[in-house]
Structure formats: structure tokens, C-alpha cells
């Protein structure tokens, strides 16, 4: 993400939240939890064998 970018986006979230940045923080660490769970369940499919990784050649 280019730096424009990223202010922008940053501009976005803070004004999603009215303005706060303490708002804004805590809903980014929120969403950063939740995409962190579900790559955890994601690798766990994946070792368990319910997916394949992306750009993986084994044929089912």
C-alpha cells in the first residue's frame, strides 16, 4: 500500500469513528484479532488436510 494510500485509508477509518482515534485503535485491533483467528483456522484446515495451500500441485 502506497503511502497516499494508507493516509487514506487511515482518514477513512478515523472518520468512520467520529474522529477518534482511540475508537479507531480499538476497532483495528479488533478486526486484526478476528483476521488472526481465522488464518489460525485456516492453517489448521490446512494441516489437517481439509485445504490445500494456494499454488500447491497436488491433485485431489
Do not use: W
Not at 23 to 47: R, T
Amino acid at each position: 500500500m502506497t503511502s497516499e494510500a494508507s493516509e487514506a485509508a487511515i482518514d477513512r477509518i478515523v472518520a468512520t469513528c467520529n474522529g477518534d482515534i482511540r475508537g479507531a485503535l480499538k476497532a483495528l485491533l479488533l478486526v486484526n484479532e478476528q483476521l488472526e483467528a481465522e488464518l489460525a483456522q485456516a492453517y489448521a484446515a490446512v494441516i489437517h488436510g481439509e485445504l490445500t495451500p494456494r499454488g500447491s500441485n497436488v491433485l485431489h
